[in-house]
């Protein structure tokens, strides 16, 4: 089976080494972890705020866990419960047991997930990879979402040259040492890479074979059957998505959603520019909340 998994044990002990120390680093306050069974294996989902009311699922971006959500938990968890979720066939906590083959996969995951933990209704908010499975399910699995809050998704327009030069030369300013990684930052536009403790994370990972499909573009036929009310943020120097482009196209066949570009942001929005992620996010919640 074509499963994600670490190379050896010695590879999973230095990941799990560095996942526990960037969570006493970055997120010290209360949370509750939950090993949650699905079909396709255990995902672990750190639970935190209030007990009751609709719930903030937060989805990372591909080659990332909830912790890439650090910065936004708690503002989150002030008025909402908030499930930050270590994304199956990530690395993180999570332990995939059953190939996720396409979209159909990742939606029928998620379904699995918040059925188990008992949620009727979500707002469910994914970056980049987890946008796409976010929409997959959306369209897969009508009424568990209450809204969709989409941080520069993927599935919206295919990736080209520019997105994977971007991926690469921002691996490469991650692995740099510390004091050069300002000015890479800026150079390769991407802000994530001065996450320090994230970047640890990242490099601790290596050692972790990731085999999940690539996120497929969404035909105009799947993109017209999204029923949750949704805001798209997308950076307006995204290596992956092409603002206008995207823009007239969801207009075309989701006329319900709000678009907003982000000015100056690039793919790295939630690092970028994460007032205004935030802001997004929370109007969403105040507007369709339950």
């Known amino acids: 089976m074509r499963i994600s998994e670490f190379r050896n044990g010695k590879a999973e002990a230095r990941f799990r080494a560095a996942y526990e120390h960037a969570f006493t680093q970055l997120w010290p306050g209360r949370r509750t972890p939950l090993d949650v069974p699905t ?52 690395p993180g906590a999570s332990v995939q047991s059953a190939p996720i083959e396409g979209g159909h996969d990742a939606a029928d995951w998620l379904e699995d997930l918040l059925a188990a933990l008992d949620v009727p209704a979500a707002h469910v908010v994914g970056c980049s990879y987890g946008g796409w499975i976010a929409l997959h399910h959306q369209i897969r ?10 941080v520069d998704p993927a599935g919206l327009a295919d990736a080209g040259r520019r997105f994977y030069t971007w991926l690469v030369l921002g691996g490469l300013a991650a692995l740099a ?27 601790a990972s290596m050692g972790f074979r990731r085999r999940l499909p ?64 935030l802001a997004g996010i929370l109007s969403m919640s105040a507007t369709h909340g339950r």
């Open 141 to 150: 699995h009508p009424g568990r979402t209450a809204a969709l809050t989409l």
């Open 214 to 277: 690539l996120a497929d573009t969404l035909g105009d036929e799947q993109l017209s059957r999204l029923s949750a009310p949704a805001l798209f943020l997308l950076g307006e120097r995204s290596a992956l998505n092409d603002p206008r482009t995207v823009s007239e196209r969801l207009h075309r066949l989701a006329p319900a959603a709000r678009v907003e570009v982000v000015p100056g942001a690039g793919h790295a929005l939630p690092t970028d520019d994460p007032a205004a992620v």
């Open 39 to 90: 079909r396709f294996g255990t995902t672990r989902v750190h639970r935190t705020g209030p007990a009751h009311g609709q719930p903030i699922v937060l989805l990372p971006g591909s080659g990332g866990n909830a912790l890439m959500w650090h910065a936004y938990v708690e503002p989150l968890a002030e008025h909402h419960p908030v499930l930050a979720v270590d994304t199956l066939g990530e």
């Open 177 to 203: 040492p510390r004091p050069l990684r300002p000015r890479l930052a800026g150079a390769v536009g991407n802000s994530a890479v001065l996450e320090t403790e994230l970047m640890t994370l990242m490099r």
